[in-house]
């Protein structure tokens, strides 16, 4: 991906929490500090909807840019309709000069929308899970699943130690751990274990110890 620094592009806003991971989740909480702020994103709270004047951002840049697709967000909840998931998709598919990454803890949903919207995850889109703890592992299973040459791992905020990882068909992991208010205890360790086996396994390793509080989308 070169020196390119990923950006958002937020064409999905608002969430649900879901799992622990969740519960330090910085765009929740922004949606609940502007939940009623007339023209705020979060006016109406955190319930997702499609920003629709965002579908043509890729079109209009250029240059080659890295999106993180609706980051603080996650375009695989219940309510993004199969339409609008073959839109963004669309979208993503026809601006092969841009990454996208699409992050999801939503794994059961992003495998079987895949199939039964018929989605393509071509070449310029990375497919991630995100994983907070040894008991999410079965998302691995489902993302496996889904044809996608690029698929990535997200320990993003990493909460426990991850023990035996089977990386097969994934070619990077990221591990972050939560750096924000509240954050919650984080041992080097379990970084290093994961770390060595990607080493094994030969898979690429990222450590992100700063990363982008998700504000504003
Ligand atoms: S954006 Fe991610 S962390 Fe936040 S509520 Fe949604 S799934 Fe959870």
Redesign the pocket.
């Known amino acids: 991906m070169g020196d390119l620094k990923a950006i958002n592009w937020p064409i999905v806003v608002g969430?649900?929490?879901?799992?622990e991971?969740?519960d330090s989740?910085p765009?929740?909480k922004n949606a609940v500090e502007h939940k009623g702020i007339q023209g705020h994103i979060f006016e109406h709270g955190y319930q997702p909807y499609i920003l629709q004047d965002q579908f043509s951002l890729p079109y209009s840049l250029k240059k080659q840019k890295i999106f993180h697709v609706a980051l603080?967000?996650?375009i695989f909840?219940e309510s993004i309709t199969g339409d609008q998931l073959k839109l963004i998709f669309t979208v993503m598919n026809e601006n092969k000069n841009h990454i996208f990454i699409v992050t999801?803890?939503?794994a059961e949903r992003m495998h079987t929308a895949t199939r039964r919207f018929k989605l393509k995850w071509s070449d310029n889109i990375v497919a991630a899970v995100?994983v907070e703890s040894w008991d999410y592992k079965w998302r691995m299973d489902y993302l496996r699943q889904i044809e996608c040459k690029h698929k990535s791992l997200s320990l993003v905020p990493l909460l426990g130690p991850m023990g035996i990882l089977n990386l097969n068909g994934f070619e990077s992991v990221c591990v972050e751990p939560e750096t924000w208010e509240n954050a919650r205890p984080f041992s080097e360790t379990w970084a290093v274990e994961i770390e060595k086996q990607c080493q094994e396994q030969k898979v690429e390793y990222y450590f992100n110890s700063n990363p982008d509080i998700w504000e504003d989308n």
């Open positions: 969430c649900e929490q879901l799992t991971g969740c989740c765009s929740f603080g967000s996650d909840h999801s803890k939503r995100s």
